[in-house]
């Protein structure tokens, strides 16, 4: 059974920044799309990141900020979250689905719980 748990999320003033933690139990990262989303109160959810074997993505809103990366031996994704800014404010998810190298933010049918990522001086 596919299991992903987040971590990491917390309190943070804008320009600050922080790194989640996906950690995956049950399947082998590689081969898998891994994608970060995020939802804010009242807004619907988006994709923020992908990664998968040789290639990454990320929404224009965190091109620059973001940088997504994964370490197969330890099976755990990470967000490192740069130069945050209020509207970075939201739960954010991690989710898996098999490999179609992060064509799209589509289609991931295993998620985790979330964390909660406040920006705010």
């Known amino acids: 059974q596919l299991q992903l748990v987040e971590s990491g999320g917390g309190l943070v003033q804008p320009g600050g920044s922080l790194r989640l933690s996906c950690a995956v139990s049950g399947f082998a990262v590689d081969g898998y799309d891994i994608g970060w989303f995020r939802q804010a109160p009242g807004k619907e959810r988006e994709g923020v990141s992908c990664?998968?074997?040789?290639?990454?993505n990320y929404a224009d809103s965190v091109k620059g900020r973001f940088t997504i990366s994964r370490d197969n031996t330890k099976s755990t994704v990470y967000l490192q979250m740069n130069s945050l800014k209020p509207e970075d404010t939201a739960v954010y998810y991690c989710?898996?689905?098999?490999?179609?190298?992060?064509?799209?933010?589509?289609?991931?049918?295993?998620w985790g719980q979330g964390t909660q990522v406040t920006v705010s001086s």
């Open positions: 989710a898996a689905r098999r490999s179609i190298y992060c064509a799209s933010y589509r289609s991931f049918g295993s």
């Open positions: 990664i998968s074997s040789g290639s990454t």
